[in-house]
C-alpha cells in the first residue's frame, strides 16, 4: 500500500498548522461527520487508533473482569488485546477458510452465561453477514462491536459498514484505504454511548462550560485525534467515492488475472456483500516460498494476519481462552498471500504480479 498524498492535501494541512489551532478541534469534527455522512452511522468520534477505539467501545459497555468476548482467531492482535486491556477474557474463535471471517457456528457454540459481547472482524474489507450476527445477538442479548480495521466503503445488503452493530471502529493507519496517518474512527447510532466516550477520550471532561468550570465526572485519558492528523483524512474523505472506486477496478483486474491460475485460490466475498478490497489476498501452498521467491523479484507481498492461538500472548494467557479447532484459522494463517494494491497502481504493474506468482506457484507446488 502506498498512500495517496496530493498538493490539496498538504494544503489542507499548512491550513491547520497556520491557524495554530493543532489539537482535536473543529477540523476533527469535520472528519468526524464526513465519515458519518458516507457510513450512515448517527455519531462518529475519532480517537487515535482502532485499537483505542475498540478499546473506548468496551469500556462504554462497561465490559470488565469476569466477562467474555468472543473474538475471532484469525484476525491482528490488537482484536484480543483490548479485550484483556479493559479486564475481560478474550475467547477465540475459528474462522470459515473460505471467507477468512468468523465461523458463526462455532461462534455461537462458545457462547457462555459470561460472554457479554461478539467483536466480528470485517476482514481485509469482506463484510460480515449480519442477518447471522444479529440472530445470534438478538438470541443471546449480546453487544456487536465491529472491527472494521480494513472494512470503510464495504457494505451488507446495500448498508453500509459503520451503520450495522452497536458499534464499529475503522482504522486510519497508512495502510487504510482512507489514513490521518494514526487514528480511528467509532460509529455508533446511541447518543448517550457517544456522550460517554466522548467524555472517556477527553480525560472523563462533563460537557464543555468554558475553562473556567471544567467539571470531570469520571476517570478517563486522552484518545483525541489533532486536526493536524484529521486534516489528512478529510482531504481522503473528500474523493472516498473515486478511491474506492479505483480500488475495486484493480481488484476486478486482479480477479480476471487470477481466477484461472492452477494452484491460487480467492477468498469467497459474503453473499449479498459488497467488498471493500483493503486489501487484496489469495490463498496458496507452500505460501513462505512463494512469497520468498516474489520477493527475490521485486514483488512486495505480506503475509494476510496472525492465528492468535500460535502466539505466546494469547497461548499463555488466564485471559484468554482458545476453543478448540482452529483448522480453518491455521489453514488461513499457513496459506494467505496479500498483494500489492495501492490508488496509484498501473495495469502494467497488476499483470507482472500475477505472472510472477503464477510462475512461483508453479515452481514451488503444492
Same mark, same amino acid.
Given at each position: 500500500?502506498?498512500?495517496?498524498?496530493?498538493?490539496?492535501? %498538504?494544503?489542507?494541512?499548512?491550513?491547520?498548522?497556520?491557524?495554530?489551532?493543532?489539537?482535536?478541534?473543529?477540523?476533527?469534527?469535520?472528519?468526524?461527520?464526513?465519515?458519518?455522512?458516507?457510513?450512515? =452511522?448517527?455519531?462518529?468520534?475519532?480517537?487515535?487508533?482502532?485499537?483505542?477505539?475498540?478499546?473506548?467501545?468496551?469500556?462504554?459497555?462497561?465490559?470488565?473482569?469476569?466477562?467474555?468476548?468472543?473474538?475471532?482467531?484469525?484476525?491482528?492482535?490488537?482484536?484480543?488485546?483490548?479485550?484483556?486491556?479493559?479486564?475481560?477474557?478474550?475467547?477465540?474463535?475459528?474462522?470459515?477458510?473460505?471467507?477468512?471471517?468468523?465461523?458463526?457456528?462455532?461462534?455461537?457454540?462458545?457462547?457462555?452465561?459470561?460472554?457479554?459481547?461478539?467483536?466480528?472482524?470485517?476482514?481485509?474489507?469482506?463484510?460480515?453477514?449480519?442477518?447471522?450476527?444479529?440472530?445470534?445477538?438478538?438470541?443471546?442479548?449480546?453487544?456487536?462491536?465491529?472491527?472494521?480495521? @480494513?472494512?470503510?466503503?464495504?457494505?451488507?445488503?446495500?448498508?453500509?459498514?459503520?451503520?450495522?452493530?452497536?458499534?464499529?471502529?475503522?482504522?486510519?493507519?497508512?495502510? %487504510?484505504?482512507?489514513?490521518?496517518?494514526?487514528?480511528?474512527?467509532? @460509529?455508533?447510532?446511541?447518543?448517550?454511548?457517544?456522550?460517554?466516550?466522548?467524555?472517556?477520550?477527553?480525560?472523563?471532561?462533563?460537557?464543555?462550560?468554558?475553562?473556567?468550570?471544567?467539571?470531570?465526572?469520571?476517570?478517563?485519558?486522552?484518545?483525541?485525534?489533532?486536526?493536524?492528523?484529521? =486534516?489528512?483524512?478529510?482531504?481522503?474523505?473528500?474523493?472516498?467515492?473515486?478511491?474506492?472506486?479505483?480500488?475495486?477496478?484493480?481488484?476486478?483486474?486482479?480477479?480476471?488475472?487470477?481466477?484461472?491460475?492452477?494452484?491460487?485460490?480467492?477468498?469467497?466475498?459474503?453473499?449479498?456483500?459488497?467488498?471493500?478490497?483493503?486489501?487484496?489476498?489469495?490463498?496458496?501452498?507452500?505460501?513462505?516460498?512463494?512469497?520468498?521467491?516474489?520477493?527475490? =523479484?521485486?514483488?512486495?507481498?505480506?503475509?494476510?494476519?496472525?492465528?492468535?492461538?500460535?502466539?505466546?500472548?494469547?497461548?499463555?494467557?488466564?485471559? @484468554?481462552?482458545?476453543?478448540?479447532?482452529?483448522?480453518?484459522?491455521?489453514?488461513?494463517?499457513?496459506?494467505?498471500?496479500?498483494?500489492?494494491?495501492?490508488?496509484?497502481? %498501473?495495469?502494467?504493474?497488476?499483470?507482472?504480479?500475477?505472472?510472477?506468482?503464477?510462475?512461483?506457484?508453479?515452481?514451488?507446488?503444492?
Amino acid at each position: 500500500m502506498k498512500p495517496w498524498i496530493t498538493d490539496a492535501l %498538504k494544503q489542507r494541512v499548512i491550513d491547520v498548522l497556520d491557524s495554530g489551532y493543532l489539537t482535536e478541534g473543529p477540523v476533527t469534527r469535520e472528519f468526524e461527520r464526513a465519515v458519518a455522512a458516507f457510513t450512515g =452511522a448517527r455519531h462518529v468520534l475519532a480517537t487515535t487508533s482502532c485499537t483505542t477505539g475498540l478499546e473506548l467501545a468496551l469500556r462504554c459497555l462497561d465490559i470488565g473482569p469476569g466477562d467474555e468476548v468472543l473474538v475471532p482467531d484469525y484476525t491482528y492482535p490488537a482484536t484480543a488485546a483490548v479485550v484483556n486491556i479493559v479486564g475481560a477474557t478474550a475467547v477465540l474463535v475459528d474462522v470459515d477458510p473460505a471467507t477468512l471471517l468468523v465461523d458463526y457456528d462455532a461462534l455461537e457454540e462458545s457462547i457462555t452465561p459470561k460472554t457479554k459481547a461478539v467483536i466480528p472482524v470485517s476482514l481485509f474489507g469482506n463484510p460480515l453477514d449480519w442477518d447471522r450476527l444479529n440472530t445470534i445477538r438478538n438470541r443471546h442479548n449480546l453487544f456487536m462491536v465491529e472491527d472494521a480495521a @480494513c472494512a470503510l466503503g464495504s457494505s451488507y445488503k446495500g448498508r453500509m459498514t459503520g451503520a450495522w452493530g452497536d458499534m464499529a471502529v475503522f482504522s486510519h493507519h497508512p495502510r %487504510k484505504f482512507i489514513t490521518t496517518g494514526e487514528g480511528g474512527t467509532v @460509529c455508533t447510532h446511541d447518543d448517550r454511548w457517544t456522550a460517554w466516550m466522548h467524555s472517556y477520550k477527553h480525560f472523563g471532561l462533563a460537557g464543555d462550560n468554558g475553562r473556567e468550570n471544567l467539571a470531570f465526572e469520571r476517570i478517563g485519558t486522552n484518545y483525541k485525534l489533532s486536526n493536524i492528523l484529521a =486534516a489528512v483524512g478529510l482531504e481522503q474523505m473528500a474523493l472516498v467515492d473515486e478511491l474506492l472506486a479505483d480500488r475495486r477496478r484493480a481488484a476486478e483486474r486482479y480477479l480476471e488475472l487470477l481466477m484461472t491460475v492452477p494452484g491460487v485460490a480467492l477468498p469467497t466475498i459474503t453473499p449479498n456483500g459488497k467488498h471493500s478490497w483493503q486489501s487484496f489476498c489469495v490463498l496458496v501452498e507452500n505460501r513462505d516460498a512463494v512469497m520468498a521467491r516474489m520477493r527475490e =523479484a521485486g514483488i512486495e507481498v505480506q503475509i494476510g494476519t496472525y492465528a492468535l492461538h500460535m502466539h505466546k500472548a494469547f497461548a499463555d494467557n488466564p485471559l @484468554c481462552r482458545i476453543q478448540v479447532g482452529m483448522a480453518g484459522s491455521r489453514a488461513a494463517y499457513e496459506r494467505v498471500l496479500t498483494l500489492p494494491m495501492y490508488h496509484a497502481m %498501473k495495469e502494467d504493474e497488476q499483470w507482472d504480479v500475477a505472472e510472477i506468482l503464477a510462475r512461483e506457484v508453479a515452481v514451488c507446488g503444492p
